[in-house]
């Protein structure tokens, strides 16, 4: 665990004396302040939601993202209660004020959430949710607020709630329609 923890406090030193940049900080600020309380994911999610073509895919987003926000945020991080880097490594600089715990990362999570769902339904449009995820988790450790394993946590859990929304969601349609055409085969039956 130690070697770990080396390892990450290495990667976030490593990005703070070379990556960081003045040109570089406003766009993973605005990239991060985008996601900090699900924003963009819940406006793609209520979009999906008035197209009944893309209707699924908006609701398993939302699904997914409950799922994280309950399970990853609730529960998971209050009982790891991993502190921020930069309260154990006094020296390394947040570029945004933030309190909380720092595991699982919680945009990366509601991200990873939005866009592992949005690839269950459509690939292209996935690869897109997932890149834009990835570069949403990478904002968090070039912001020091966060370690790479905590992001990598929060993306992996993100994926599996975003696959378990999409399989409650897609479900929960088929059982509906299922209960439809049983209703209409009723209804039909008596009419006869």
Same mark, same amino acid.
């Given at each position: ?38 924003? %963009?994911?819940?406006?793609?999610? +209520?979009? $999906?939601?008035?197209?009944?073509? @893309?209707?699924?895919?908006?609701? =398993?987003? *939302? ?71 990835? %570069?949403?988790?990478?904002?968090? +450790?070039? $912001?020091?607020?966060?370690?790479? @394993?905590?992001?990598?946590?929060? =993306?992996? *859990? ?35």
């Amino acid at each position: 665990m130690e070697a770990i923890q080396a390892l990450d406090i290495q990667i976030l030193y490593w990005l703070a004396d070379f990556v960081r940049t003045d040109w570089l900080t406003p766009v993973m600020t605005f990239l991060t302040h985008i996601c900090d309380h699900g924003e %963009l994911w819940l406006t793609l999610a +209520l979009i $999906l939601l008035l197209r009944p073509r @893309t209707r699924k895919c908006g609701a =398993a987003i *939302l699904t997914a993202m409950l799922l994280g926000l309950v399970l990853g945020n609730g529960i998971l991080k209050p009982l790891l209660a991993r502190p921020r880097p930069f309260l154990t490594y006094p020296d390394l600089i947040p570029l945004v004020q933030i309190g909380g715990y720092s595991c699982p990362s919680g945009h990366t999570l509601s991200s990873f959430c939005a866009a592992g769902a949005v690839a269950c339904f459509q690939r292209k449009a996935g690869i897109a949710a997932l890149l834009l995820a990835a %570069l949403i988790g990478l904002t968090r +450790l070039y $912001l020091g607020v966060h370690y790479p @394993t905590d992001v990598l946590l929060g =993306a992996a *859990l993100g994926v599996c709630f975003g696959i378990l929304g999409a399989a409650i969601v897609k479900r929960t349609a088929d059982s509906l329609h299922y209960a439809r055409l049983k209703r209409a085969d009723r209804s039909e039956k008596r009419r006869k």
